[in-house]
């Protein structure tokens, strides 16, 4: 059964940072490409980063390029997503997501739980 | 950016009801179009890829189409287990998502 399980979320002061993780299993994950995914409170999805599945590759979003940096380790099965520089607008549910056939461009067939993020003093 | 426009943003219909909800993108994106189903304090749910395909476990009274710019996503008999935020998403170019279309019962 797959399985997508984010961490390290929690409340943060602006201009911190945070490493979010997501612990992955149940499928190959050095095959599949991944992606973090956020909401808002009460918003609607937002793509944030994505990573091929070797770990070269990575893109981002406009809104977060320069302050977040995604990541991967295949041989522990995890993805990450190093937060820099937080703004009150980070404030979100991110979600990893994997892609149906794996590649970079692809629907999300399977999304974790979420772990929220607050940016507040 | 590509951007997706979703309407309508939200939705009343009974018990029974054929709904649709439309998406529109700024640029043409083939088939490259997907919806998802979000239920209140859960994850989305992939329901429809590629504009047409029918993910698997998903009922059937769930369907799209379209190709290009524009995307129709219908609920042939609407049931309360239906009840949600559904969001059509383009990855032609980087992912971008619809505004969401939030649908009651009437």
């Known amino acids: 059964e797959e399985q997508l399980l984010e961490s390290g979320g929690g409340l943060v002061q602006p201009g911190g940072s945070l490493r979010l993780s997501c612990a992955a299993s149940?499928?190959?994950?050095?095959?599949?490409?991944m992606n973090w995914v956020r909401q808002a409170p009460g918003k609607g999805l937002e793509w944030v980063s994505a990573i091929g599945s070797r770990g070269t590759g990575t893109y981002y979003a406009d809104s977060v390029k320069g302050r977040f940096t995604i990541s991967r380790d295949n041989s522990k099965n995890t993805l990450y997503l190093q937060m820099n520089s937080l703004r009150a607008e980070d404030t979100a549910i991110y979600y990893c997501?994997?892609?149906?056939?794996?590649?970079?461009?692809?629907?999300?067939?399977?999304w974790g739980q979420g772990t929220m993020v607050t940016v507040s003093s | 950016d590509i951007q997706m426009t979703q309407s309508p943003s939200s939705l009343s219909a009974s018990v029974g009801d054929r709904v649709t909800i439309t998406c529109q993108a700024s640029q043409d994106i083939s088939n490259y179009l997907n919806w998802y189903q979000q239920k209140p304090g859960k994850a989305p749910k992939l329901l429809i890829y590629?504009?047409?395909n029918l993910e698997t476990g998903v009922p059937s009274r769930f369907s799209g189409s379209g190709s290009g710019t524009d995307f129709t996503f219908t609920i042939s008999s609407l049931q309360p287990e239906d009840i949600a935020t559904y969001y059509c998403?383009?990855?032609?170019?980087?992912?971008?998502f619809g505004q969401g279309t939030r649908l009651e019962i009437k």
């Open positions: 997501a994997k892609p149906r056939g794996g590649y970079l461009h692809d629907a999300f067939d399977f």
């Open positions: 149940g499928f190959t994950f050095s095959s599949f490409a």
């Open positions: 590629d504009a047409s």
């Open positions: 998403q383009q990855y032609d170019n980087l992912p971008t």
